[in-house]
């Protein structure tokens, strides 16, 4: 690759194949493909009636259903129509589609040009921000008269085939990554429901037996980004916490009581019922205090504070918290008193130990390629 930093060319990448010269030319994507939204046809769920599921049934984020007919045949790019996700980006708004397929209507249907590399189109479209073409009031939309004319600058078709290509091998070894990452999360909770069973030889506890249970610090949040880092409902995020959900708060005089330690375990007890339950696992020291809808476990020393926190998030317990919360108000709750009566099944300290180490080094080696992921 080579730098374009200090070329006098204005609408170039930085970062170019250093073969390629010249200027990109300024189009509109409807110079670019074909729009074939009029052989579009949603069918409702009740009578996507399949016997074979031969074919995929395509929405706006991907496949969400298998047919036994189809409308399309070829390779196509398919730009999300509608929905949250436009902005949100959470997942792909454009993503190719190929072979014999179905569209209903909340996703656009792009055939490329001739000279049009179909790789290079997707990648582009899926590098936009679509905030500023977002025609939706209440949800987001993008219509067709506005993706035609959604400006795009393209480099001749040689160097669209070799960018397309790179990024389209870089996407197959990201979604190989995911799927590695994947089978270790599956791994981890496969181990987690058969190792954390029950045994005879267990001791019987109650969770507030073997942890301190605190509510959170109830003041008032700031809006800015200064005072003292405060967790809550947001900060868990796939068992661990999320720093850029945090709130903050203006220093006070108890704030030793609430800062977060190594091993302890905050516990999402406010909240919809799914989310009942949650857990995230203090595994280093951070400036970050307890704040609110949330309750903190400080595992005793009878205890494996990680054990604590891989049994609490088996589904036997997580069904449990889900039970037994108050479902009367807006949000779902469990108090203090109600958690600390949780029955807890817990075995010698040693084992305790063991069992650790294990996850321990699936969680890390999990977190290495989470890290590969990143990087790709």
């Known amino acids: 690759m080579a730098n374009n930093n200090n070329t006098k060319n204005l609408n170039v990448p930085n970062l170019r194949f250093p073969e390629f010269k010249g200027e990109w030319e300024k189009c509109k994507l409807e110079e670019c493909v074909v729009f074939l939204d009029g052989k579009r046809k949603p069918i409702k769920s009740s009578e996507r009636v399949s016997e074979q599921k031969l074919y995929p049934y395509y929405g706006a984020s991907g496949i969400i259903d298998y047919i036994d007919d189809y409308l399309f045949d070829g390779k196509f790019i398919l730009l999300s129509e509608d929905g949250a996700n436009i902005l949100d980006r959470n997942y792909r708004v454009a993503f190719i589609a190929e072979g014999k397929i179905w569209v209903n209507n909340h996703a656009h249907v792009l055939q490329s040009n001739d000279n049009i590399d179909i790789n290079f189109i997707a990648e582009k479209l899926e ?46 070894r990201i979604t190989t990554q995911s799927k590695i990452i994947e089978k270790y999360e599956s791994l981890i909770k496969g181990i987690n429901e058969k190792l954390l069973i029950n045994k005879k030889e267990y001791t019987t506890y109650r969770l507030s037996d073997i942890c301190e249970i605190r509510s959170g610090y109830s003041g008032t949040q700031l809006t800015g980004t200064q005072g003292l880092m405060v967790s809550r409902i947001e900060t868990i995020s796939k068992h661990c916490i999320n720093l850029d959900k945090v709130g903050y708060v203006k220093p006070f005089d108890s704030s030793a009581d609430f800062k977060l330690h190594i091993g302890d375990i905050l516990f999402s007890n406010i909240n919809s019922v799914q989310y009942i339950g949650n857990t995230a696992f203090v595994d280093r020291e951070y400036d970050l205090y307890h704040g609110m809808n949330l309750l903190r476990l400080i595992p005793r020393k009878i205890v494996e504070p990680f054990y604590v926190f891989l049994l609490l998030n088996t589904a036997k317990y997580k069904i449990h918290f889900q039970s037994i919360c108050n479902k009367a108000i807006s949000q779902a709750s469990i108090n203090q008193t109600e958690l600390g009566k949780t029955v807890i099944h817990i075995p010698d300290l040693l084992y305790q130990k063991q069992i650790c180490q294990l996850f321990n080094s699936l969680y890390n080696k999990k977190n290495i390629e989470n890290l590969y992921l990143q990087a790709l």
């Open 127 to 172: 590098s936009l921000d679509y905030s500023i073409y977002n025609t939706g009031t209440t949800m987001p939309k993008l219509n067709q008269e506005v993706c035609r004319n959604i400006p795009l600058w393209l480099p001749p078709t040689e160097e669209q085939v070799k960018i397309g290509t790179l990024l389209s091998l870089l996407n197959e």
